[in-house]
């Protein structure tokens, strides 16, 4: 029986109180789920600013009515202070995650990046330390490792910073080593690379490749490559994540307190291997894939051209041991990927169909009606949606499979 099973089963015999920061977002939105399930008591703290409403919706319709019960959300903004002090009180364990997580957006935007990641970070020890909570976990990101050209990543060895995201990482590492030396609050840096998984953002400049590219080829729109492909990256399934934060929280191994750690898978895939890896996997459902290709484009400032984690020190101090390889993710992850990534924001549900350019049960009233719904939804730009109303003009169909229905949002 691994530590994380031992520890699932402890949650559920001695409840905690716990606050996740940016509860509405990807990573977020999983722990809320997966602590809930675990009959845990879970304060949530997020200003929507990229977090989604729907994330909540769906962990509640995952949960028992005694489950939703145990979730207490609160609208807040963790740049105010009083905000983050009444989102700790009475909390045992403290999992931050909200932040501007976006190397690109960072390059572009260093100012609110720093509002964001070191203000609010800073504002949240504050909190944490006044509230006498027990551990504060927060996520950190390989993206500290910076220019260092070591081709394995260990943690007591990191390069210059090279974007503002980055730097606001290491200042987060730097903040909760004096909070730790200077008050005595307990803290456990998480430094996640390439996080993938259900209720991940697959829209916008700055979205991370996973769901972006599994929406694009099922979309056919294209999918772009920076770099020429070789560019590598430790991909991890979000249930590692999860795994990482509960163990990183109620660690009682006092060499693990006031450390970071890799949290990753310990392989590396390229660009171009994850590409066909993905396009393989789709293959079976969207036949338009056989001869699907990648587009080539300039490499992005700021990003780094090889990540891979050696991640012995959380499996030695924490007890980590990933329960997903890549290929185990993606298969759990490409079922939600398919179902949600086509409809998510548009007030779309669509499913995919073999017969691309074939109208399945619309009138041409009905698709009249239609278009003009998807025009006054407030997303009209957005390629599905231009996708959708060329469907529902009889040029093309969205290559989903079975009947595409546009309801009011």
């Not at 191994?253 to 970071?260: G, S």
């Not at 548009?346 to 009905?366: D, I, T």
């Not at 009606?369 to 009209?380: E, Y």
Request: hydrophobic share 40%; with cysteine; proline share 4%.
């Amino acid at each position: 029986m691994t530590d994380y099973t031992n520890l699932q089963n402890e949650l559920k015999q001695k409840p905690r109180v716990w606050l996740i920061t940016g509860v509405a977002g990807f990573i977020g939105s999983n722990l809320l789920e997966a602590l809930l399930k675990a009959d845990q008591k879970v304060i949530g703290l997020d200003n929507f600013s990229t977090g989604k409403e729907h994330n909540l919706s769906e962990v509640r319709k995952a949960l028992t009515a005694n489950q939703r019960n145990n979730f207490k959300f609160i609208k807040g903004d963790i740049r105010i202070l009083s905000e983050c002090k009444r989102a700790c009180a009475g909390v045992d364990y403290v999992l931050h995650h909200a932040a501007l997580a976006s190397v690109p957006l960072s390059i572009e935007d260093p100012l609110r990046c720093n509002e964001n990641n070191v203000t609010g970070f800073l504002n949240l020890l504050l909190a944490a330390r006044d509230q006498k909570v027990r551990r504060f976990v927060y996520a950190s990101s390989s993206a500290v490792y910076g220019d260092c050209e070591d081709s394995l990543k260990v943690e007591d060895r990191v390069g210059q910073s090279i974007s503002p995201y980055a730097a606001s990482k290491s200042a987060n590492e730097l903040y909760a080593s004096v909070f730790s030396k200077t008050y005595g609050l307990g803290s456990i840096g998480l430094r996640y690379f390439n996080v993938f998984g259900p209720r991940q953002d697959p829209n916008g400049a700055y979205a991370a490749v996973l769901p972006r590219w599994v929406t694009a080829m099922i979309t056919r729109e294209p999918v772009s490559i920076y770099g020429d492909g070789s560019t590598s990256r430790d991909f991890l399934y979000i249930a590692n994540v999860v795994q990482a934060n509960l163990l990183a929280a109620t660690t009682s191994n006092p060499a693990a307190i006031n450390q970071v750690f890799n949290v990753a898978l310990g392989t590396r895939t390229t660009l171009n291997e994850l590409f066909e890896v993905i396009r393989s996997k789709l293959l079976p459902d969207y036949p338009h894939l056989q001869n699907f290709r990648s587009h080539y484009q300039a490499f992005r400032p700021g990003d780094i051209l090889h990540s891979q984690a050696d991640i012995s020190k959380a499996k030695t101090l924490l007890g980590y041991n990933p329960s997903h390889t890549l290929e185990q993710g993606l298969d759990a992850a490409l079922d939600w990927y398919k179902n949600n990534l086509c409809g998510q924001g548009l007030g779309l549900s669509a499913k995919a169909v073999h017969k691309p350019n074939e109208m399945l049960g619309l009138s041409r009233q009905g698709r009249n009606r239609d278009v003009s719904l998807v025009q006054k939804s407030g997303f009209p730009e957005h390629p599905l949606a231009q996708s959708v109303m060329s469907v529902l003009r009889e040029v093309t169909i969205l290559p989903c499979r079975g009947r595409i229905r546009v309801r009011n949002p």
